[in-house]
Nanobody, 114 residues
């Protein structure tokens, strides 16, 4: 059973940076994909980034400001967010896709306020 725990959310002002980390337990393996989604109240989750055997993808809307990378030895995926904007405020969810199954963390809140 894969379990994911996110950390690093919180409050930031516009232009500041935050770093989110997600640690997985259970056997994830290099063949699995890991990454991040975010969700606003009443809306669907939107993919922010994913890392897997094929490489790393960062969605265009945050490309250049957000960086996503993975530490396979620690089953960890990190989202580094810089130059934060009001629109980046959301709940950020870590995910693992493995063997046709998607596993989710419980989410971490990011608030951007002046």
């Amino acid at each position: 059973q894969v379990q994911l725990v996110e950390s690093g959310g919180g409050l930031a002002q516009p232009g500041e940076s935050l770093r989110l980390s997600c640690v997985g337990s259970g056997i994830i393996g290099r063949g699995a994909s890991m990454g991040w989604y975010r969700q606003l109240p009443g809306q669907d989750r939107d993919l922010i980034c994913g890392t897997g055997p094929g490489g790393t993808h960062v969605t265009e809307s945050v490309r250049g400001r957000f960086k996503c990378y993975r530490d396979n030895a620690r089953d960890t995926v990190v989202l580094e967010m810089s130059d934060l904007k009001f629109d980046d405020a959301a709940v950020y969810f870590c995910y693992v896709w493995k063997d046709g199954n998607t596993y989710w963390g419980r989410g971490t809140q990011v608030t951007v306020s002046a």
